[in-house]
């Protein structure tokens, strides 16, 4: 008999305690895994190749409060501004949603917005439906395959920030972006089912180049400061992270969940190898009489904690990877993550907190042997 498999023989000798080993550290690291990437997708905003152009301006009391319209000259003029358009957020419930829709609809300058969407991909011919027609939207692509919508469908929508009920065509359906499940409409006819109240949600703006975003984030706060409507600029990332900012709790609690599930994790592996070799006393005195050294009969205990935790390591994260890339995330959330990516680093994180715990759960057993005399461990019943 070889060495390796002397290591699996003994390791296999109690099947069911070596499959129940493997299970709970698979298990307990498939679950690490999933909330590693959850926070990874709460708190990582979605960029794109855009993103770093973005400028989004809004009231610096509130996000809540409106802009007045007549800002847009005003920005239009700044040095280092490429192309400016209103982005207010409509919020509405689609039909069939009682609390909660998973896309967002956003009224915007169709022509003006062009230039700042610039990674949307819609036909041409699309554009100009959208353009020419006021009641009309474009639809991201994720949402239009959810509901299955297609060109000429209707949208209905009731307001939920604003008092009044919207209903759209759809003359569109754009891909591309980072995150394609958005509604755009027209400003215009918000404005209109409104009564013209002459303000805007926000103003997004793009800058000229990467190094002028930061002037003209000050330049567009310096124009409005000590006005009756103030507002803070700031680039499409910063806006992001604002609200990643809010999540503070939900880190402090996945960081906690995580340190739990790994020392629930220690103690399992610890125990159940001490259980292991306990019952094994007998034949490792037996192995030392034959003229084993102690750095030998160590080596078999390492070996076989550390590929009881590597292989459940293996179906645990390598099982996570595998599920969640064929899952289809949005649709089963609901929208809530456009993405749910294993990364290389989980990977490597489990992988290396498998091979820390065949370690540690090790230690323990091997001073055991170290201990235990040749003619204790012969007196030791199986």
């Not at 419930?93 to 009682?98: H, T």
């Not at 400061?225 to 103030?230: I, P, R």
């Not at 990977?347 to 370690?359: R, Y």
């Amino acid at each position: 008999m070889t060495i390796a498999g002397f290591i699996a023989r003994n390791a296999l000798r109690n099947k069911r305690r070596f499959l129940l080993s493997v299970s709970s550290v698979a298990v307990s690291l498939f679950l690490l895994v999933t909330l590693q990437v959850a926070l990874r997708e709460l708190t990582n905003p979605i960029n794109d190749e855009g993103s770093t152009l973005r400028i989004i301006v809004r009231n610096k009391v509130s996000l809540a409060q409106p802009l007045p319209a007549r800002q847009l000259p005003t920005i239009e003029r700044i040095p280092g501004v490429a192309a400016i358009t209103p982005f207010s957020y409509y919020g509405g419930l689609y039909k069939g949603d009682e609390k909660f829709t998973s896309f967002a609809q956003f009224a915007v300058d169709p022509v003006r917005a062009l230039d700042l969407l610039s990674d949307a991909k819609v036909p041409p011919e699309q554009l100009k439906a959208w353009i020419a027609d006021r009641t009309s939207a474009i639809v991201g692509k994720m949402t239009a395959d959810r509901y299955k919508l297609k060109i000429g469908d209707r949208m209905p929508f009731t307001g939920q920030i604003y008092p009044c009920d919207l209903e759209f065509k759809i003359a569109g359906i754009y891909e591309g972006t980072a995150d394609d499940r958005n509604v755009m409409f027209h400003q215009k006819y918000l404005d209109e089912s409104l009564g013209n109240p002459g303000t805007v949600g926000t103003w997004w703006v793009k800058a000229s180049s990467v190094e002028e975003a930061p002037l003209i984030t000050e330049r567009i706060n310096k124009a409005f400061a000590n006005t009756s409507a103030e507002v803070r600029a700031e680039t499409e990332r910063a806006f992001q992270l604002g609200f990643v900012s809010m999540w503070a709790n939900i880190k402090i609690l996945i960081g906690g969940i995580s340190m739990v599930v790994v020392f629930a994790l220690l103690l399992v592996t610890v125990s159940t190898m001490s259980m292991a070799i306990r019952e094994r006393f007998r034949e490792l005195a037996v192995l030392k009489a034959l003229g084993f050294r102690r750095r030998e009969l160590f080596a078999f205990i390492l070996a076989e904690s550390f590929g009881l935790a590597t292989l459940g390591a293996f179906f645990g994260a390598g099982g996570a990877w595998l599920l969640y890339r064929s899952l289809d995330m949005p649709k089963l959330t609901s929208g809530m993550f456009v993405v749910f990516e294993v990364t290389p680093q989980m990977l490597a994180l489990a992988f290396t907190i498998a091979a820390v715990l065949g370690l540690l759960s090790a230690i323990a057993p091997m001073i055991g042997v170290a201990r235990t005399s040749v003619v204790q461990g012969l007196k030791t019943l199986d």
